[in-house]
């Protein structure tokens, strides 16, 4: 059994479980033909992490997250997977880099997003999105510039996966900025906890305006009803997509070996 925890939980909804297992399987046995002794299967809860008794420490000793069997089961605490001192493999966003998580975990690697609309290469940007009015979903630039429509967002209320992400809230904000405005522009702020629970508020009339990462956006245009009832009116900047991470103490003979891997795959 290995030693080594991996996760790929950004975009694994249920409905794409089977898809999201074939893409580790595929990462699983390129890491192996390297000698990396990954795990046969990924992490989806807490319970599925290794316990890290005294809690989770950063270099210095400080205690930087709790000890995974400390927390609900069924649930996957984020910045616990992220920083788990066994993490081999694992997404994040890049808000949560900037944050401070950059300093405890290397960079393996960026997905492609060339199969969706919004990205190109390792870089994505956001559907912004409003309930349909019957008019067709605007498309996504072509150069990847922003395409804010400030009058048919003012004054509407704004839902946000969550305050750190970047495709949710941060690239908006500096879209916004970068214009001359700011989240003012809204009359009200609310976190919804998921970028499929922004478009179901958005679709139940519960808030009136997202920023959809342009992968969510297609899984939500695939599997979520919902996403019937809502449409892009606009798309934020192109910016560099969801990195591949791994434990900042994970050894450098591994780590380039992770990396060609991924190169290869990709």
């Not at 798309?235 to 050894?251: D, E, H, Q, S």
Request: aromatic residues 8%; contains cysteine; hydrophobic residues 45%.
């Amino acid at each position: 059994m290995s030693n080594f925890v991996a996760a790929l939980p950004m975009y694994d909804w249920p409905e794409m479980r089977s898809e999201v297992d074939a893409q580790w399987a595929r990462l699983r046995d390129a890491f192996r033909q390297r000698g990396i002794d990954a795990p046969q299967i990924i992490a989806r809860v807490n319970a599925d992490l290794w316990p890290v008794d005294g809690g989770i420490r950063d270099a210095a000793g400080k205690v930087i997250a709790p000890d995974p069997a400390t927390l609900p089961p069924d649930g996957l605490d984020f910045h616990g997977l992220w920083l788990h001192p066994a993490l081999l493999f694992a997404q994040t966003c890049w808000g949560p880099m900037e944050l401070g998580l950059s300093e405890h975990v290397q960079v393996v690697g960026q997905p492609s997003y060339d199969a969706y609309e919004g990205g190109q290469g390792e870089l994505y940007s956001s559907a912004i999105v409003m309930r349909a009015d019957g008019s067709p979903s605007v498309r996504a630039p072509d150069d990847g510039s922003p395409l804010v429509p400030l009058d048919l967002l003012r004054n509407m209320r704004f839902t946000f996966n969550h305050s750190d992400s970047m495709s949710g809230f941060v690239g908006l904000t500096r879209d916004l900025e970068a214009l001359g405005e700011s989240l003012n522009i809204f009359s009200e702020r609310s976190e919804s906890g998921g970028h499929r629970a922004s478009i179901v508020a958005i679709a139940e009339g519960k808030a009136d305006v997202a920023a959809i990462d342009c992968q969510s956006w297609a899984l939500a245009r695939r599997f979520e009803p919902a996403a019937q009832k809502v449409a892009a009116v606009g798309w934020t900047r192109r910016r560099k997509g969801l990195p591949f991470i791994t434990a900042r103490a994970t050894p450098e003979k591994i780590v380039v070996a992770l990396r060609e891997a991924v190169a290869a795959i990709a």
